[in-house]
């Protein structure tokens, strides 16, 4: 049996693997927890146990949620005739935080990418082409990343969704709101050169 000292050692080196942390960060969030065990631990463990049994995706979009159907599918408020579609659910929570939009998700779960072997079988797209009719869609928005494989991934969603007659938009490209020149790449002043409007 491990000791105690060998448990939390590996509970620091579990949390270390997490997205954003690191050894030094998940030393301190363990010690922290250690410290307020009674109620931030203990109530963090529950949590992460119910989340780990119910956890699902949601049967219509992909989104993580609790149920079969997510709160935002569910809300007939929703049903604009728009769906944005996104990559994962961290980017459709990234547009949910904006609250700019207030249309329906489809979540395709990766990009296209020959060089990881990911096909258009392989991604949620012939669930989307399904919806479309299904939901009375007359725009998708692709919100894709700007890399090759959110690029072809996007030129590919737009191809397949010709015939079905829903118009197909992409989100804008280029400086963001308070971006000084000096600091953007220069395919972002490139892109944004190309997005260009009227005044």
């Not at 270390?16 to 010690?31: D, M």
């Not at 547009?95 to 990911?118: K, N, Q, T």
């Not at 894709?144 to 737009?158: C, D, F, M, R, W």
Request: proline share 4%.
């Amino acid at each position: 049996m491990a000791s105690s000292g060998d448990e939390i050692e590996t509970l620091i080196a579990t949390m270390a693997r997490l997205p954003g942390l690191g050894p030094r960060s998940a030393r301190r969030i363990v010690l922290h927890l250690i410290r307020k065990r009674a109620g931030q631990m203990a109530q963090l463990a529950g949590l992460m146990g119910h989340v780990a049994e119910n956890a699902r995706e949601c049967l219509v979009c992909g989104n993580v949620t609790g149920a079969d159907i997510c709160p935002i599918c569910e809300d007939p408020a929703r049903a604009t005739g728009e769906i944005c579609v996104v990559t994962d659910v961290a980017d459709l929570w990234a547009m949910e935080r904006g609250r700019a939009f207030r249309g329906r998700y489809h979540v395709l779960g990766g990009s296209l990418s020959a060089l990881d072997e990911i096909g258009p079988e392989d991604l949620r797209i012939p669930q989307l082409i399904d919806r479309i009719a299904e939901e009375n869609i007359t725009e998708v928005i692709l919100a894709l990343s700007a890399t090759v494989e959110g690029q072809t991934t996007a030129h590919y969603i737009a191809e397949a969704l010709a015939p079905t007659g829903a118009t197909v938009t992409g989100l804008a490209q280029g400086v963001p709101i308070g971006g000084e020149l000096d600091y953007l790449d220069d395919g972002t002043i490139a892109a944004a050169l190309r997005a260009r409007r009227t005044f």
